[in-house]
């Protein structure tokens, strides 16, 4: 059975960090994009980033370009969402999603996404 668990989140001030971890199980990373999404409350579930784990590609949407990265540890079948310089906009519940191919396929948008984790809910405070 395929899982994802994203965990991680939490309560931090602006300006500060977090890191985001998305463990899968019941399938192997390589041949898949493993997506970072986020859904702030009343707004539709946005496209954060995006890893081709076949070849490392990267995606970032505008708003998190410079201060968030990801990479990913494949003998642990996780992918690590870094935030940086948070800001209280970035307060939002983060899911972890995975699909088979490559991001462009499908990021940023979430609805081709095949796997799902529970989110991880991100507050940053003012």
């Known amino acids: 059975e395929v899982q994802l668990q994203a965990s991680g989140g939490g309560l931090v001030q602006a300006g500060g960090s977090l890191r985001l971890s998305c463990t899968a199980s019941g399938f192997t990373f390589d041949g898949y994009a493993i997506g970072w999404f986020r859904q702030a409350p009343g707004k539709e579930r946005e496209g954060v980033s995006c890893m081709d784990i076949s070849d490392g590609s990267t995606y970032f949407a505008d708003s998190v370009k410079g201060r968030f990265t990801i990479s990913s540890d494949n003998a642990k079948n996780t992918v690590y969402l870094q935030m940086s310089s948070l800001k209280p906009e970035d307060t939002a519940v983060y899911y972890c999603?995975?699909?088979?191919?490559?991001?462009?396929?499908?990021?940023?948008?979430?609805?081709?996404?095949?796997?799902w984790g529970e989110g991880t809910l991100v507050t940053v405070s003012s």
């Open positions: 999603a995975a699909a088979e191919g490559m991001c462009s396929y499908y990021y940023p948008y979430y609805y081709g996404m095949d796997h």
